[in-house]
């Protein structure tokens, strides 16, 4: 099925998460089949039946597919180039939106804010959503997003360099953030659209990919230094990260962690060259402008 030209669109990958996935569409049934949505899935090397159900059962939706696994990152990277929309929201696979009327927010928001690049929205991080979903928090500028509910002006992204998909998993979104500050565009978190991620976080601990996990996002933390700070702050900033994984998780007991502090490290070593031929430091004046802005906000409670 070849992209619609809509205004919007939702991308959403996958890899073998049927269940949550199933659930996913379910709640997004609305959108599916509005004429002004067009909505992509990447399967991404799943083998349990993920893209012949989806071939089944939505026909409206267009599906691509990575005959073996190419990760989280390469996979976003395919839905980006692919979709034809002018904003464009990225979901997980077990994420949905549940306010009402989104589509109107977000057009209005970016309408009225000619710089803002990415949408982050509020997302709530929990198997069951809150019987109160009021909140008082209003629309801020601030660092970067999480990839689980965001949507991208579709003219930024193509500004910028692609995600790097060479991160695997973990990183991507403070990666663009780095480069939509450098050439003066903004996120803005904006509470009015809910996201409900239906994942138990303190849960993971006890998951099997605990470390793989771990390490990669420490590794993610440890490029994003050595891409984008000023030389002179990278060793102290590496070393805090490091004596703060020690004392908090290895000294306590958590040997898991130990072993992916140390396949973070190899990673970092093994990265280098690509490390400094990929650089595009902020400077001290543009550190300290990015610093001033507020946190990227990532849980709603």
């Not at 804010?113 to 949408?119: E, L, M, S």
């Not at 663009?176 to 303190?202: M, Q, S, T, Y």
Request: charged share 25%; net charge positive; hydrophobic share 40%.
């Amino acid at each position: 099925m070849e992209a619609k030209n809509s205004k919007f669109s939702i991308l959403i990958t996958t890899k073998n998460r049927l269940s949550d996935l199933k659930e996913t569409l379910n709640q997004l049934a609305c959108f599916i089949d509005n004429d002004d949505v067009e909505f992509i899935i990447c399967d991404d090397g799943s083998s349990d039946g993920t893209s012949t159900f989806i071939e089944t059962n939505y026909k409206s939706i267009q599906l691509i597919k990575n005959a073996k696994s190419k990760g989280l990152i390469f996979s976003r990277n395919r839905l980006l180039h692919l979709t034809k929309a002018k904003y464009a929201i990225t979901l997980d696979d077990d994420a949905y939106i549940v306010s009402q009327n989104p589509l109107e927010k977000i057009e209005a928001f970016f309408d009225s804010n000619k710089k803002c690049a990415v949408i982050a929205f509020r997302v709530f991080w929990g198997k069951t959503l809150p019987d109160t979903l009021n909140h008082t928090l209003v629309s801020t500028r601030v660092k970067g997003f999480v990839g689980c509910g965001h949507v991208w002006r579709m003219d930024a992204w193509r500004s910028l360099p692609d995600y790097p998909d060479w991160f695997v998993f973990y990183g991507e979104e403070e990666f663009a953030g780095f480069h939509l500050f450098k050439k003066d565009w903004e996120i803005w978190f904006v509470p009015d659209v809910l996201i409900h991620h239906r994942v138990d976080v303190k849960a993971r601990k006890k998951h099997q990919d605990y470390t793989t996990r771990l390490r990669r996002s420490l590794r993610s933390g440890w490029y994003l230094y050595l891409l984008f700070y000023p030389l002179k702050y990278i060793p102290k900033r590496l070393a805090y990260t490091l004596w703060m994984q020690l004392k908090l998780k290895v000294f306590k007991g958590d040997f898991r962690a130990l072993l992916a502090i140390l396949g973070a490290i190899f990673d970092v070593l093994f990265n280098m060259p690509r490390l400094l031929n990929n650089r595009n430091s902020l400077t001290e004046a543009e550190l300290k402008r990015f610093y001033q802005l507020n946190e990227t906000i990532i849980y709603w409670s």
